[in-house]
Antibody
Framework: QVQLVASGGGVGQPGRSLRLSCAAS????????MHWVRQAPGKGLEWVAV????????NYADSVKGRFTISRDNSKNTLYLQLNSLRAEDTAIYYC????????????WGQGTLVTVSS | IVMTQSPVTLSVSLGERATLSCRAS??????LAWYQQKPGQAPRLLIF???TRATGIPDRFSGSGSGTEFTLTISSLQSEDFAVYYC??????????FGQGTKLEIK
């Protein structure tokens, strides 16, 4: 079955960086666009970024544009999110997720990894 | 596009019907999904294309609507249905946008 396992979360200081990973299995990873979606503690869902299956097309939410970078390694079935210039408002659970087309419906979500930005 | 869900909290008894609403600030055709999220878990896709159930979703879940007004109906509530429900549009992007959620609780 489809599995998406996110890792790399933890405590990061304001202005510093973190890198999240998402290991995919149970499907042909290279065929699917992938997303990151986050959820601040006790809050709703906020879409963060999407990357096409071949890695050529990417889009970001305005709130992270210029600070976060989404990437993938299809040979390792892994999605990444590089978080730079961290802010307190980036504190959230970060979920990786897939869609069938680049801006189609998100059909599977991973379990998430918690990022806490604090000095 | 702003997605607005109502009510924020809905209290319903086991076996009763629940009706959740979602409104888009402009037309999104039928490009609407519903997700269920239980505490400590990732969201799960219930409905896409406004009315198509995802794989494995029981037929007590149904979706309707198009344009700007959408509804998720759960026909006979089971204990496992109590959760937070989010709508999400994927017609105008980026970005995807989600509603703020409706918490369905036991009455």
């Amino acid at each position: 079955q489809v599995q998406l396992v996110a890792s790399g979360g933890g405590v990061g200081q304001p202005g510093r960086s973190l890198r999240l990973s998402c290991a995919a299995s149970g499907f042909t990873f290279r065929n699917y666009p992938m997303h990151w979606v986050r959820q601040a503690p006790g809050k709703g869902l906020e879409w963060v970024a999407v990357l096409s299956n071949d890695g050529d097309n990417k889009n970001y939410a305005d709130s992270v544009k210029g600070r976060f970078t989404i990437s993938r390694d299809n040979s390792k079935n892994t999605l990444y999110l590089q978080l730079n210039s961290l802010r307190a408002e980036d504190t959230a659970i970060y979920y990786c997720a897939r869609s069938v087309t680049i801006f189609g419906v998100i059909d599977y979500w991973g379990q998430g990894t918690l990022v806490t930005v604090s000095s | 596009i702003v997605m607005t869900q109502s009510p924020v909290t809905l209290s319903v008894s086991l076996g009763e019907r629940a009706t959740l609403s979602c409104r888009a600030s402009q037309s999104i055709s039928s490009k609407l999904a519903w997700y269920q999220q239980k505490p400590g878990q990732a969201p799960r896709l219930l409905i896409f294309g406004a009315s198509t159930r995802a794989t494995g979703i029981p037929d007590r879940f149904s979706g309707s609507g198009s344009g700007t007004e959408f509804t998720l109906t759960i026909s006979s509530l089971q204990s496992e249905d109590f959760a937070v429900y989010y709508c999400q549009q994927y017609n105008n992007w980026p970005p995807y946008t989600f509603g703020q959620g409706t918490k369905l609780e036991i009455k």
